[in-house]
């Protein structure tokens, strides 16, 4: 019963829990997209706005100072006498309208007289006293800019009209005005919305749609339209109110689930207004690759962090499995019925025990396990704080080795260990062994230096000594270098000091020790 147990045990050890680390790893990859989702989605927002207003301010400086060319080249011309002096008459005024017309493909100046007569060579005299713009220019004599409107046969072929007046010593002698195509303004629209990925509506001053970068009706209620979408923080009513106030201002709305957002304002020189919109969802599908490209980004860096970790693990598994081995083979040794208890060799089955621990050869600790112990010791404090550490290298392996074999280099490290077990017992310390024939020791407890110091010239003297191999005697020895532990040392700063101290022994000819003190 007792022998199934610990097998099941060790079977159970051999397995390390990857399932947990590999689920974590990916929530935490799901986590890291939606976090850059949620970010995306929080700086569309924020670009929302920043596209809107800046479609708006484009599309309204660039249409504004379309007409406003028109508006200066008509004022300019109603400042020369020759078309503003009633006594010139109408056929001279039109005919060098008519030279002028012919550089500018998109209008057509015609001239108006005080009965608002309009005249045209070759045909008779036309009033145009019903046109509201007309009305409105003779009666506050201020530049009009009228709406779009369909002209031409084609029904098709959109106008817009500037008129000016013509004064003469604060007089009204008549009217300077030109048709010109709504085209321009148009692309404008289009070019200022597609920079910003934006949508775009012109609308004329009783809120009918003049144009859009949409498929909106021309002449369409824009008010009308808006009845489809729910607005957030604004009314319709009070959007239209706005509107014919030429004011300025910004509402969000949603339409089929998609968030929104609208910048309006006036058009100068007109009585336009532009509407520019951004919605989320077009604007976050153009941040969209950007955004997965920054997520994947993420898991990459945590995918190596998980295999830099799994590395590790795997490293650790090594130490584990040597364990194990070594468990496998004590239990074969304890309940092997081919072998008698009291045949056992318990000092064997604890060799095997600690192997991943113990250096095969010496019985001590190895580099990485000692390291670890000394770590500890020094994270968790000395009570006392009297640590001390030994640096001891065996002089001349090489030498020793090519001369008599490795069976003597062997012979003399496994002397060297078990001198230093001496002293781990005897001052409650850890030996281990740190390279190829470099050991390194901590002693507790040693109260002053000269204490320390009559206890490595005992060592260092111990660790002189002869060995035999095929009947010849050969003579031993080791340097040692050391040092006491300061609390402000890391593990890093105790072992360079004792390793300084070392080298200054080999330096001055092996075989003694040296003691490091006061960065001396």
Partial sequence: MKRDVIRKNSQEAEFFPFAPIRRRFLIFCIVCVLAVMFSGACLTVRKMRQSAEAAYQSASAQISQKVGESIKLLTSLAALPEFYDPEVPWESKTAKLDEINQYFGYMFICYVDEDIEVYTLGEEAASLASREYM?????????????GFVAGADGRTLNYTVAVPLIQ????TGSLFCSIYFDDAVNLLKQSAAANGAEAVL???????????????????YTEILHEYKLIGLTTDKLETLLLARDSGSF???KAGNSRYTVFGPIETTNWDILVTVDFLSLFAAELPSLLLAALFQILITLILYLFVKKHIFGQMAIMENLLTSRHKMEKKLYSNAIAPESVDYEDILQMSSKGLRDELTGLATRTFFLNQLEKLLRDGNASGKLSLCFVDLDDLKLLNDTYGHQA???ALKKIGFILRGYEKKYEGVVGRYGGDEFILILKDIDSVEELNDVLSELVERLHFTITVNGTEIPVHCSMGACVWNRK?????????????????KRHGKGTYSLFLNGE
């Fill in 135 to 147: 009305q409105t220019l003779y009666s506050t004599r201020e530049i009009q800019v009228t709406d």
């Fill in 169 to 172: 010593d604060d007089v009204m």
């Fill in 203 to 221: 609308i004329g001053s009783k809120g009918q749609i003049m144009s859009s970068t949409g498929d909106l009706a021309f002449g369409a209620s």
């Fill in 252 to 254: 969000r709305s949603l």
């Fill in 409 to 411: 280099g062997d012979s």
């Fill in 489 to 505: 040392d890391t593990l890093k700063t105790l072992i360079s000091k004792a390793d300084k101290a070392l080298y200054d022994v």
